[in-house]
């Protein structure tokens, strides 16, 4: 079936690198995407990747995928007190659907 | 302003009611959708409608009705609200043409906040 795992919680510091990971179950997802969602808004599409990448880097941001263990990454360097918020993974198999993950909560302590 | 807007951004009612919720989108994209958020769970998708006249069942539909008679709205109804839908509602849209990369990207409204006593 369709699933997407991540842990629930990370906590960092300021200025370290946050990393999030995400399993999904299929492998025939077109993209893979990272959502933000800050505390009281809706959900802001973050970064995606193709799925015959293995890397994609924007800025602070660099999703690892690992299509053969179905594992996906987003790495946050130098991290803020601004990136505080929930990340979400998504998959968009066959079925046109977004499946989303449970969502990781990242707290940054200065 | 352009964008996917929700109204109303909180809602309280009570056990029994007929509660809906809007979402009104201005870029003309093909679908739209419905999710529920609660702790735990993520995002579940309710309903959603690949064009006007055009819905079909998430993975939560029971106990939700929706319609779609013009592109740009997407009302969804709780018949009879019952406690266990208290939620925050998200509705999202997407132009969701598959050939040209990233298109399926959903953009998402603010939510809602549904309280049922």
């Known amino acids: 079936g369709e699933d997407v795992e991540q842990s629930l919680f990370l906590s960092v510091r300021e200025g370290d690198s946050s990393v999030i990971n995400c399993t999904y179950t299929d492998s025939s997802s077109t993209y893979l995407y990272w959502y933000k969602q800050e505390p009281g808004a809706g959900l802001q599409l973050l970064t995606y990747i193709f799925s015959n990448m293995d890397m994609k880097q924007d800025q602070r941001l660099t999703v690892l995928l690992n299509k053969k263990d179905k594992h996906l990454s987003l790495r946050i360097a130098d991290t803020q007190t601004g990136d505080s918020a929930i990340y979400f993974c998504a998959e968009t198999p066959p079925s046109g659907k977004l499946i989303f993950g449970q969502g990781t909560e990242l707290s940054v302590k200065p | 302003d352009a964008g996917i807007t929700q109204s109303p951004r909180y809602k309280i009612t009570e056990t029994g009611r007929q509660v809906t919720l809007m979402c009104h989108q201005t870029?003309?994209?093909?679908?739209m959708f419905w999710y529920r958020q609660d702790l735990g769970h993520g995002l579940r998708l309710i309903y959603y409608s690949a064009a006007a006249d055009i819905t079909d069942k998430g993975e939560v539909p029971d106990g939700y009705v929706v319609s779609r008679s013009k592109t740009e709205n997407f009302p969804l109804t709780l018949e009879s609200a019952t406690r266990s839908q208290t939620s925050v509602y998200f509705c999202a849209s997407s132009s969701l043409r598959a050939s040209l990369p990233g298109t399926d990207t959903q953009y998402f409204g603010p939510g809602t906040r549904l309280t049922v006593l």
């Open positions: 870029w003309s994209h093909s679908y």
